[in-house]
């Protein structure tokens, strides 16, 4: 939380620079580059692999991989954006750029796991031969190089969404990997060749739940719910706990992007505090109220003496 400052006629507003030209996800660039490397590669490695042994389960974790791809490069190409500088008519700059590749990213993680679902189910009922040994070793390729893309992006996923976004995706290609090895593993010992159909499966039940907890959190910023972290009943109670703070309206909290909370309310105060502490004062106590307690980058009150509200509605009617 920032120094605030105060303005006269009954009003007070307190601003914390927030990183209006910044993301959280603009932090980790780098490993989102490398994690974009590693998966062009395990990318390249399984489409080839899909095409020497004929297995399904490749070619689903292939096509997984190439939306991971787009996804990373869409999160690469939202963080760039977002972190251009704000200006007159984009007052944020552009950070919901970020949010809106996410939400681009969720629509096409759907569209791959209805691919493997139908082709899953078809190779249920019409199993295809496929080269066991072979599958094992490009399997194996791609959960090595999965696990280091994880480890890269591991500490990010907690603070930007497209990070989130590009980790979960990593992660069910991690799985996706580790079941094409099994997969095959069951097909030598045990001949039976819906198992690959099956790994296929479950790797697509693997994509869609963590595709929709990415999309619901997207959505919630883009319709400006309260950040799920901001308990907005203990924000009301710790202001309105304030000595000389008489009630509390116009409270909003919601989420710019990544990591960039902002929060505004009116604060209706007793005119014989206002006039014994000052505005500058009472300010300070408010920032310092919500620094302790709560993970708010960017505030803006405004002072009211009390009847204020009132007044400013018959102005309006």
Same mark, same amino acid.
């Given at each position: 939380?920032?120094? @605030?400052?105060?303005? !006269?006629? @009954? *009003? !007070?507003?307190?601003?914390?620079?927030?990183?209006?030209?910044?993301?959280?996800?603009?932090?980790?660039?780098?490993?989102?580059?490398?994690?974009?490397?590693?998966?062009?590669?395990?990318?390249?490695? %399984?489409?080839?692999?899909?095409?020497?042994?004929?297995?399904? /389960?490749?070619?689903?974790?292939?096509?997984?991989?190439?939306?991971?791809?787009?996804?990373?490069?869409?999160?690469?190409?939202?963080?760039?954006?977002?972190?251009?500088?704000?200006?007159?008519?984009?007052?944020?700059?552009?950070?919901? /750029?970020?949010?809106?590749?996410?939400?681009?990213?969720?629509?096409?993680?759907? !569209?791959? !796991?209805?691919?493997?679902?139908?082709?899953?189910?078809?190779?249920?009922?019409?199993?295809?031969?496929?080269?066991?040994?072979?599958?094992?070793?490009?399997?194996?390729?791609?959960?090595?190089?999965?696990?280091?893309?994880?480890?890269?992006?591991?500490?990010?996923?907690?603070?930007?969404?497209?990070?989130?976004?590009?980790?979960?995706?990593?992660?069910?290609?991690?799985?996706?990997?580790?079941?094409?090895?099994?997969? /095959?593993?069951?097909?030598?010992?045990?001949?039976?060749?819906?198992?690959?159909?099956?790994?296929?499966?479950?790797? @697509?039940?693997?994509?869609?739940?963590?595709?929709?907890?990415?999309?619901?959190?997207?959505?919630?910023?883009?319709? %400006?719910?309260?950040?799920?972290?901001?308990?907005? /009943? %203990?924000?009301?109670?710790?202001?309105?706990?304030?000595?000389?703070?008489?009630?509390?309206?116009?409270? *909003?909290?919601?989420?710019?992007?990544? @990591?960039?909370?902002?929060?505004?309310?009116?604060?209706?105060?007793?005119?014989?505090?206002? %006039?014994?502490?000052?505005?500058?004062?009472?300010?300070?106590?408010?920032?310092?109220?919500?620094?302790?307690?709560?993970?708010?980058? *960017?505030?803006?009150?405004?002072?009211?003496?009390?009847?204020?509200?009132?007044?400013?509605?018959?102005?309006?009617?």
């Amino acid at each position: 939380m920032g120094a @605030g400052h105060s303005h !006269g006629h @009954g *009003h !007070g507003h307190s601003h914390a620079p927030g990183p209006t030209t910044g993301t959280a996800g603009a932090a980790y660039r780098v490993r989102l580059r490398i994690a974009l490397g590693i998966t062009l590669f395990v990318l390249a490695v %399984e489409v080839v692999g899909s095409v020497v042994t004929g297995s399904l /389960a490749l070619l689903a974790d292939a096509g997984h991989m190439a939306t991971d791809a787009a996804g990373i490069a869409m999160a690469l190409l939202a963080i760039h954006i977002a972190n251009r500088p704000a200006s007159e008519r984009r007052t944020f700059g552009f950070a919901r /750029a970020e949010i809106l590749a996410a939400v681009l990213n969720a629509v096409l993680l759907f !569209g791959v !796991g209805a691919f493997i679902f139908y082709e899953g189910v078809r190779r249920l009922i019409t199993p295809e031969s496929i080269h066991s040994g072979a599958t094992i070793v490009f399997g194996l390729i791609g959960l090595a190089a999965n696990s280091v893309s994880l480890l890269v992006l591991m500490r990010g996923q907690a603070e930007s969404l497209n990070v989130r976004g590009a980790f979960l995706e990593v992660m069910a290609d991690a799985l996706g990997s580790l079941a094409v090895v099994v997969a /095959a593993v069951v097909i030598i010992t045990t001949g039976w060749r819906q198992a690959d159909a099956v790994a296929s499966l479950l790797i @697509g039940l693997m994509i869609v739940p963590r595709t929709w907890r990415l999309l619901r959190e997207a959505v919630d910023v883009l319709l %400006e719910a309260a950040p799920k972290d901001v308990d907005m /009943a %203990e924000v009301r109670s710790h202001i309105e706990a304030l000595p000389g703070v008489e009630g509390l309206h116009d409270l *909003h909290a919601w989420t710019i992007t990544s @990591g960039m909370p902002v929060l505004s309310a009116h604060v209706v105060v007793s005119q014989d505090v206002l %006039e014994s502490v000052g505005y500058e004062k009472m300010l300070h106590d408010l920032q310092g109220c919500l620094g302790t307690h709560f993970d708010v980058e *960017h505030c803006t009150f405004q002072l009211e003496p009390v009847g204020h509200a009132e007044h400013e509605a018959r102005l309006c009617h």
